[in-house]
């Protein structure tokens, strides 16, 4: 059996493979006695990927490198094409990487040695981002986000505190979650992952180096993938996991943000919402009556009131780090705890 099996799904990637492999070429971890393969599904590839695909397999075959290549004539979807490459595989661990993102040296081998420690862990590293700036809050939450908040910050739009294309992990943390969600097009198969991953006591970690270029263009796959999705399962999983277990809470946001949250809601829930919070002077001291034109009726009123009279538990739909600081000041101003006292949906 292999030591690390490299998982890489591929659909239309000629412009970014060479790159890619390159990268994959470079990694310390050939230089151990540690057996790595790569395994590749091209996932209904036009273009010349496959061709390009077949030139790096004769190349880690002279350096006496298993490079396995299968894939199909037509597109599954990245959820199939990675379950496809790791039911290919026989890696006792599986790193992930996507085409259009190259590894640093030592990647492998840094989180192989986190991984060999601890096998119900899914493991990451910090990103450099190329276009450098290209998305600049979103590097600096995924960097910096504490080991505490792993498990707790998990309902924002950023997705998976680990982000997917970092991951590492131990063969049996993929087995347990019983692979990919393989629906398709429009499909988040990696939050998925992560919630199930979570839910069933799965460790997270991040390797504080940045080991990875992760990439922004327009045809990444991440653009398919509708907000209005992402919400729909994160409220279910809020729905499951996090509210049976208040009596009463109130939702920080009176404005769009907030009020979409609360229609996304089933009744029983909305019904323990007691009031909206706000910073917004000509919000506060309001009623806000959320009409369904499906019932035809108002399905909630609610008190809008300022948020420091507000009491948790709260839902925060707020986005980070967008009002030069304003917003996180007053929300520590409160002295709460994130997880029990409050949950950032946004």
Not at 27 to 33: G, S
Not at 280 to 307: A, M, N, S
Request: charged share 25%; proline share 4%.
């Amino acid at each position: 059996m292999m030591h690390i099996s490299v998982i890489i799904p591929v659909f239309n990637g000629e412009k970014w493979i060479n790159n890619c492999m390159k990268s994959i070429a470079n990694q310390t971890i050939f230089d151990t006695e540690l057996k790595v393969e790569i395994v590749v599904y091209n996932d209904g590839s036009t273009d010349l990927s496959n061709q390009i695909l077949d030139d790096w397999s004769q190349y880690f075959l002279m350096r006496n490198i298993l490079f396995k290549l299968i894939g199909s004539a037509k597109s599954k979807g990245v959820g199939a094409a990675k379950n496809a490459a790791v039911y290919a595989s026989s890696g006792q661990y599986l790193c992930f990487q996507d085409i259009d993102d190259v590894m640093h040296s030592d990647r492998i081998l840094l989180q192989w040695e986190v991984a060999r420690l601890d096998h119900s862990c899914l493991i990451g590293c910090r990103i450099n981002r190329d276009p450098p700036n290209s998305t600049p809050r979103f590097v600096k939450w995924a960097n910096n986000i504490q080991q505490s908040q792993m498990k707790v910050q998990i309902y924002l739009s950023y997705g998976p505190t680990i982000l997917m294309p970092t991951w590492f992990c131990h063969r049996s943390v993929f087995d347990k979650v019983g692979g990919f969600d393989e629906t398709g097009f429009g499909t988040p198969e990696d939050l998925l992952f992560f919630y199930d991953h979570v839910d069933g006591g799965g460790d997270l970690y991040r390797v504080d180096k940045e080991l990875l270029i992760y990439t922004y263009h327009e045809d990444a796959t991440t653009f398919s993938i509708m907000r209005n999705k992402i919400q729909q399962i994160q409220v279910k999983r809020l729905e499951m996991s996090v509210i049976p277990q208040w009596e009463h809470f109130t939702v920080w946001n009176a404005g769009k943000a907030g009020r979409k949250f609360v229609r996304m809601l089933n009744p029983d829930n909305v019904n323990k919402i007691k009031a909206f919070c706000d910073v917004d002077k000509k919000k506060i001291g309001r009623t806000i009556e959320l009409y369904c034109p499906v019932k035809r009726k108002v399905i909630v009123k609610l008190p809008v009131i300022h948020f420091k009279h507000a009491k948790p538990p709260m839902v925060i739909c707020v986005k980070l780090d967008l009002t030069k600081g304003v917003f996180e000041k007053n929300l520590n101003s409160l002295n709460l705890i994130e997880g029990t006292d409050y949950i950032i949906f946004s």
